[in-house]
Nanobody, 117 residues
Framework: QVQLVESGGGLVQPGGSLRLSCAAS????????MRWYRQAPGKERELVAG????????YYPDSVKGRFTISRDNTKNMVILQMNSLKPEDTAVYYC??????????WGQGTQVTVSS
């Protein structure tokens, strides 16, 4: 059974940090590129970070570049999103996604991140 389980969300003050984890099981994790997305209330889901299968290539949109870092550990079937200098506009549900190519992809259930004083 394929599973992606996010954890590490919570409430943090502006300027603070959170470390999100996504644990994968039920598929060959090292074959899949991984992405983190977020969705705020009333807004479309947006990509915030991507990493290729070996972890050598990463992508960030301008909105998070320099603040967020994506990494993966293929020995532990895990992808991490380190978020620093958090802003209220980073408040959203964060999801991880595994992508093999074409229609084959898997989503986690999401973890809530709230940035507020």
């Amino acid at each position: 059974q394929v599973q992606l389980v996010e954890s590490g969300g919570g409430l943090v003050q502006p300027g603070g940090s959170l470390r999100l984890s996504c644990a994968a099981s039920g598929f060959i994790f090292s074959h899949y590129a991984m992405r983190w997305y977020r969705q705020a209330p009333g807004k479309e889901r947006e990509l915030v970070a991507g990493i290729n299968t070996l972890g050598g290539t990463t992508y960030y949109p301008d909105s998070v570049k320099g603040r967020f870092t994506i990494s993966r550990d293929n020995t532990k079937n895990m992808v991490i999103l380190q978020m620093n200098s958090l802003k209220p506009e980073d408040t959203a549900v964060y999801y991880c996604k595994a992508m093999l190519g074409g229609p084959l992809e898997y989503w986690g259930q999401g973890t809530q991140v709230t940035v507020s004083s």
